[in-house]
């Protein structure tokens, strides 16, 4: 699972890869922040699954088995 945080570059990067600090900014805008560990900042692959067969929007992490 992942998400999309808003980032202003002046901030440090911890508050978009650290749960904690993830949750002590976004804490209470939002249901749940699950504690995964410390999250990366590459983009993640964005499949579109809304159509009948899967598409590839964006490639980033990750990797698609079409076998």
């Given at each position: 699972m992942t998400?999309?945080?808003?980032?202003d570059e002046d901030?440090?990067?911890e508050y978009i890869t650290d749960p904690e600090l993830i949750d002590e900014k976004f804490g209470n805008a939002v249901d749940?922040?699950?504690?995964?560990?410390i999250g990366g900042t590459?983009?993640?692959?964005?499949?579109?699954?809304?159509n009948g067969e899967p598409e590839?929007?964006?490639?980033?992490?990750?990797?698609?088995?079409?076998g």
């Open positions: 998400t999309t945080l808003p980032y901030e440090d990067i749940l922040v699950i504690d995964g560990g590459e983009g993640s692959t964005v499949v579109n699954c809304t590839i929007v964006r490639q980033g992490k990750g990797w698609l088995d079409e």
